[in-house]
Structures are given as C-alpha cells and as structure tokens.
C-alpha cells in the first residue's frame, strides 16, 4: 500500500483529502508544519509527498529543498498560489508536479498515480543522509550536526589533556538556513565539483549566478565551524575558478 504524506496546515482539507486517499487503498500521513514533514519523511517508507506552500513555521520551497538534500521520494505541490514564478521556483527546486487550489479531486488522483509510476521509494535516498566532517555527524534528514570523534583518524590527544583522558566534546555549531542549503548541496555529491554559478543559483537564486563573494563567505564560515582545522581544509575543498568539492 503506497504511503503518502500529506503536509497542509488547514485541519479540514487535511482530513478530506486523508478520508478520500485512504478510500483509494493509500496509507496517509499527515503534519501541518514544515518540521513535522520533515521528521515524519525522516521516520517513514514514503513513496509521495502532497505539499502545500503556505505552512506555519517553513515556507513550502523550503521543505522541497530539505527533502531533496537526501530523498528523491515524488513530491506534488497543492497550493492555492498561482503566479508562474512560484510554480517555477518549486519545480525547479525539485517538486514533480504542481496543482492549484481549488483543483478536482479526480485530478490529484490521476497525478499522484502518475507520480508513483514515475517514482521510487522515498528512502531509498538519493544519497547517504549521515556524512562526516572531522568530529561532526551531518544528518541531512534531521538537519542535526552531532559530534562524534573519529577514533580512527590518528589524531593526537587534545593539548593540555593526558593521554587516554577524557576531554569535554567542543560547543556544537550552529548552522544558519543558508549555511544548511550550501551544505547539502556539496554533501549529496560526494568527489564531485559542483560549479559555483550552480551552487549560486540553487541558494541565493537566478540572477545571482556572478557574486562570487557570497560563497567565499558561507564558505570560510562553513569551514571555521566544521573543519578541524579551518586554515587547511580536509573536507569542503575550493577548487580555484571552478567551484567547491566535498571530500568524505
């Protein structure tokens, strides 16, 4: 039975569409903020996301672009906005489909059976969602960043520790919505140069493709808050004129 989330903060549409979908044969979800998709896409086998724009807490845009940092799991936006930049900005973003408010229910249901044909299993991610950065777990799914010494690295005991004693683990670093959308990005193409004008695009947006300076910045803070040593990075790496790299 297909599982489907569906993310709307009106109570009575989220119940309508939860009585007809469950009378389609789907297992329905539902959360009425951005957190509690996100958790209960973290939680779940979804197979489809049915996504309105206007939440309470997180702008629908930005649950597509959390999601596509680590699922490929089919989404439809169902909003009520119909200017062509919004509808553009979502798919662009990542989202399979696009339907307006007020839509016909026989509608949805042709279009979530298309977006199952099309999709695969929403954790089956489209890339690991745990990865390392020096002693730092990122968790792309939970947005969590939790330390976790890396025993095997070799790494001599901290100065003014003994050997073998415990020290106390460093203050855990918190990461701005922009730092977080930068990260991914890099995160979910492990080796891979990833083009600064892409890298401009997808976080700051069309028209910004040339401020090179923004990601410099994001960069070094990036790096100042994860690397083990800033000054001579490991793992977010520059490579000149052409773009950024994540090493694992």
């Not at 109570?11 to 509690?36: M, N």
């Not at 003014?160 to 193409?189: D, F, N, Y």
Request: hydrophobic share 40%; net charge negative.
């Amino acid at each position: 039975m297909p599982q489907v989330l569906i993310v709307d903060d009106e109570p009575q549409l989220l119940r309508a569409l939860g009585i007809t979908l469950r009378a389609f044969s789907y297992e329905v979800h539902t959360a009425a903020t951005g957190a509690d998709a996100l958790a209960c896409a973290a939680r779940q086998r979804l197979d489809l996301v049915i996504l309105d724009l206007g939440l309470p807490d997180l702008e629908g845009t930005a649950v597509i672009r959390a999601l596509r940092g680590w699922t490929s799991v089919p989404i439809i936006v169902l909003s009520g906005r119909t200017d062509p930049a919004t509808k553009t900005q979502a798919l662009d973003l990542g989202a399979d489909d696009y339907v307006t408010k007020p839509f016909s229910m026989a509608e949805l249901n042709a279009r979530i059976r298309a977006a199952l044909r099309r999709g695969t299993s929403g954790l089956e991610p489209a890339t690991q969602r745990i990865h390392r950065i020096g002693e730092w777990l990122i968790d792309l799914g939970a947005h969590t960043v939790a330390h976790s010494p890396n025993t095997g690295s070799g790494t001599a005991p901290a100065a003014g520790s003994a050997a073998g004693e415990p020290t106390a683990p460093p203050p855990k670093p918190h990461l701005t919505p922009t730092e977080w959308k930068l990260l991914e990005i890099l995160l979910v193409h492990p080796g891979e140069l990833v083009d600064s004008r892409h890298l401009l695009s997808q976080v700051w947006g069309i028209g910004s493709e040339h401020s090179t300076n923004y990601l410099r910045v994001y960069l070094w803070q990036l790096r100042a808050k994860l690397e083990p040593v800033p000054s001579s990075p490991r793992h977010l790496i520059t490579e000149p004129g052409m773009g950024y790299r994540y090493e694992p």
